[in-house]
């Protein structure tokens, strides 16, 4: 009885003593890994978490980066210069003795000039300090678009304008790319290093190289398109003409970015069974109904992580612009994000730059809630 009485005791001890070392190892294991994210977890709480709530703070506030003046709470009038857009109508000029319209030399309708309306003029005080941004003619009418921020208004419509053609061509060209590569050939890999070559290049290196090929007066597509038209061809200045500034980035861009889509593409892929385009082909279906009714459905999920990233990395356009262009010519290539760093660094308005990375940062959420919903699945 004495002896059973005694092991009972030392089992329990020998539990406690398990799971004393137990809970010790847990600890220190737990330890370690704070300590192992301790570093990354600062660096992101500094120069992002903090920075990302006190740009909250700042766009309602008329903070300067250097200013002896004390910092004011301004409300909402970073964001209503921001978002203030009306369309103002100019009829054209009458000649008050024949009434008839007054015409330029060139033939072409004589408007008064916008500024007339928004310079202190007492009948249309709500366009007191606008900006022209655009306008167009109808009929004898010009219609002119007035903005608080015209620089970003063009901002605006020209990262819509990148995205609108960057999406569909990036994505459409990457997954042609990996159809071509999915192919089981001898040196197929070659290939697809080859198109993933430029991803792996700092797009820094990328776009002074392309600023180089696009140069206008001994860039090497100016030379290579004189050579194939025997001369007949003009050079043209790529990054110095309003119509070519932007879809000259864009080619650059697709060209940097389609190999790494197309390996995302690639591994969709290759996630499809090979038995159901086996049971295709037993069905007599074509190499168009296999890609429609089997490669496609399979590439869903694929489909839409591509269509994400595309988007995201299109509004984020900044190094290509700040490298090749600086936002010219005539504000043609300027984006949101190239405005917040020139508003917030280069003119020290940390304000008004806090204002802009604002509302980019909810464009952005609701255009990628607005995608979560388009592709969400409908079982």
Do not use: C
């Amino acid at each position: 009885m004495s002896t059973s009485g005694s092991v009972q005791p030392t089992a329990v001890s020998a539990r406690k003593t398990t799971t004393q070392k137990f809970n010790l190892m847990r600890r220190q294991e737990a330890r370690a890994g704070w300590a192992m994210i301790a570093p990354a977890a600062f660096l992101m709480l500094g120069f992002l978490i903090i920075p990302f709530f006190m740009a909250f703070g700042f766009a309602f506030t008329n903070q300067r980066l250097i200013s002896p003046n004390p910092t004011e709470f301004v409300g909402m009038r970073n964001f209503e210069r921001l978002l203030t857009v009306k369309v103002l109508p100019i009829e054209a000029e009458v000649d008050p003795d024949t009434g008839a319209t007054v015409r330029d030399e060139a033939g072409n309708l004589v408007f008064p000039r916008s500024r007339n309306f928004t310079r202190d003029n007492p009948d249309y005080p709500e366009l007191n300090g606008l900006q022209e941004s655009f306008s167009w003619v109808r009929g004898t009418t010009q219609y002119t678009v007035l903005a608080g921020d015209a620089v970003f208004l063009r901002s605006l419509i020209n990262i819509f304008y990148f995205a609108l053609v960057i999406v569909p061509v990036q994505g459409g060209l990457g997954l042609v790319l990996a159809l071509l590569v999915n192919q089981k050939l001898r040196g197929i890999n070659i290939f697809r290093t080859i198109y993933f070559i430029p991803v792996v290049i700092s797009m820094v290196i990328v776009s002074i190289l392309w600023r180089f090929i696009y140069d206008g007066n001994n860039g090497l597509l100016n030379s290579l398109l004189s050579l194939f038209t025997m001369g007949a061809f003009q050079p043209i200045d790529w990054l110095g003409e309003v119509n070519t500034a932007m879809p000259a980035i864009m080619m650059m861009s697709i060209w940097q970015a389609v190999g790494f889509h197309m390996v995302i593409w690639l591994a969709g892929l290759q996630t499809i069974p090979g038995v159901l385009y086996e049971a295709a082909d037993v069905a007599g279906a074509n190499a168009w109904q296999k890609f429609r009714y089997v490669t496609w459905p399979g590439l869903r999920n694929t489909a839409v992580f591509v269509l994400i990233t595309i988007t995201m990395a299109a509004f984020s356009l900044f190094t290509q612009v700040d490298i090749m262009t600086r936002g010219g010519p005539l504000d043609a290539t300027t984006t949101i994000i190239h405005q917040a760093v020139q508003r917030g660094y280069q003119k020290q308005d940390i304000a008004y730059g806090s204002a802009i990375s604002v509302f980019f940062f909810m464009m952005v959420l609701t255009i990628a809630l607005i995608q979560r919903y388009l592709t969400r699945d409908r079982d």
